[in-house]
């Protein structure tokens, strides 16, 4: 095998390291690093100082944390682009709603939750910024299969898609977690979603219609703004 051979596994393995890091998890151990990634701990031992040389990884006191330049070079995303257009008019929506807003998009069939915005009268909700949700189980997951480029392959599920298509939003009641429901619609971008928002609120509210109208309102305007940025413009 050539070294040529080796790098797309060697690339793999480096990926793998930087997820064993979380929010709740920021400064790791070689021996955590090793567990939360599933390898082995002499694989982690000879990757770190790989990652330290380009500055994907720092040491820190108790451990390794990841490297300023990861976020050097996730702020270049689109992503965050549209998180920053975005940002002010979710802060609208939560104050005129007060419940948890969301700002997700969706990658390999999960919820990548790009915003969240807690509110202090609605349950919390199991998303973190950055984490993943499997899409079938939230509201902007279902607004993002159905109205992206994704084709489902799952029967059951494409029946219910077809309801959101037909009513234009998503619902999730207490299919993520206990006792939270959750109304989503889609950002669209070029004639497809290329994000959706959602507001979640306690499932003993009702279906949260109320919520419908500010709602929409913000994805529209998210839509313009994001229309105008290079990553998504025609």
């Not at 973190?128 to 997951?141: E, F, Q, Y």
């Not at 299919?175 to 497809?192: D, K, Q, W």
Request: positive net charge.
């Amino acid at each position: 095998m050539t070294a040529l051979d080796q790098a797309p596994s060697v690339l793999w393995k480096a990926f793998d390291v930087l997820d064993a890091f979380s929010h709740g998890r920021r400064v790791l151990t070689l021996s955590e690093i090793a567990r939360r990634s599933g390898l082995p701990k002499s694989t982690v031992h000879r990757l770190l100082p790989m990652l330290m040389r380009v500055g994907a990884v720092e040491q820190a006191p108790g451990g390794y944390t990841v490297g300023v330049r990861m976020f050097s070079v996730g702020s270049m995303s689109a992503e965050v682009a549209l998180r920053e257009v975005a940002l002010p008019r979710l802060e609208r929506l939560r104050r005129v709603t007060r419940q948890t807003v969301h700002l997700a998009v969706l990658r390999d069939g999960e919820s990548v939750y790009l915003e969240k915005l807690p509110s202090l009268v609605s349950p919390d909700t199991p998303a973190l910024v950055g984490g993943r949700l499997p899409a079938h189980r939230t509201g902007v997951g279902k607004v993002l299969l159905t109205f992206g480029d994704g084709h489902v392959a799952d029967p059951a599920l494409a029946a219910r898609l077809a309801r959101v298509r037909r009513d234009g939003f998503a619902t999730d009641r207490e299919e993520a977690t206990a006792g939270l429901a959750c109304l989503a619609v889609p950002i669209m971008v070029g004639g497809r979603a290329a994000a959706a928002v959602s507001v979640a609120f306690a499932a003993g509210q009702g279906d949260g219609v109320v919520f419908l109208g500010p709602l929409r309102e913000t994805a529209v305007a998210i839509s313009r703004a994001a229309a105008v940025l290079p990553s998504f413009a025609p």
